[in-house]
């Protein structure tokens, strides 16, 4: 059983530029996270998200950062006009059944803006 | 008052010795509690979960503390391979988990 994938992994951008991350969750996983993690410091939650909806995005800034998760294909957040502030350790969760289950991360993306 | 509290360390410990630390949450309506393990630049890993009677997996045990709100972890015999950071994690009906910022643990020779 394939854990919960990412990609990619390391990721390089100019600022500007628009960046897409990608997250594929354990198989019968239907409830993803995302969480972004700055050098040195804890993980900040994001976005939560089931197939097709938008549960919570109280972490997520107001301007330039979105996240879907369509009835198919993996879950994407999206980045545009990237800023330096936003390199960081990027990861993606999944868990089965509901907000309160463990959760399982992704490997996690690296955005380097430059 | 943050929602879950870790005194982020670091703890230096001997090898061979036991280390514990506490989480601390502020919602009394909690319901799930999670220790979750992560090595420097790699994403967290679930080290278990956390029962109300408390639970022991090998040289770890977790206990729950209702009453004063708060969480543990104890290591026993130390490995220099359990130095990581470990995250406490906690969830109330209604909402997500939320994490610790961490608990930074070394185990020197």
């Known amino acids: 059983n394939a854990g919960v994938m990412q990609n990619p992994r390391h990721l390089v951008r100019r600022r500007g530029q628009e960046a897409r991350l990608r997250c594929s969750p354990m198989?019968?996983?239907?409830?993803v996270y995302w969480y972004r993690q700055l050098p040195e410091e804890g993980l900040k939650f994001m976005v939560y998200l089931q197939k097709e909806n938008i549960i919570d995005e109280s972490g997520m800034p107001k301007e330039r950062f979105s996240a879907e998760f369509p009835k198919e294909g993996p879950s994407i957040l999206r980045i545009q006009q990237v800023v330096r502030g936003d390199s960081a350790a990027y990861f993606c969760a999944s868990s089965p059944r509901g907000a309160l289950d463990e959760q399982y991360f992704g490997p996690g993306t690296r955005l380097t803006v430059t | 008052r943050k929602e879950v509290e870790q005194d982020p360390g670091p703890f230096n410990v001997p090898e061979g010795a036991t280390v514990a630390f506490n989480c601390t949450y502020s919602n009394s309506a909690s319901q799930s509690f999670f220790w979750y393990r992560q090595d420097c630049r790699k994403e967290p890993k679930l080290l278990m979960s956390?029962?109300?009677s408390g639970n022991e997996d090998g040289r770890f045990t977790a206990q729950l503390n209702r009453a004063s709100q708060y969480i543990s972890l104890l290591i026993r015999d130390s490995k220099l391979s359990d130095s990581a950071t470990y995250l406490c994690?906690?969830?109330?009906?209604?909402?997500?988990?939320?994490f610790g910022g961490g608990t930074r643990v070394l185990v020197k020779p």
């Open positions: 994690v906690v969830g109330a009906a209604g909402n997500k988990l939320t």
């Open positions: 956390v029962y109300s």
């Open positions: 198989k019968g996983h239907s409830h």
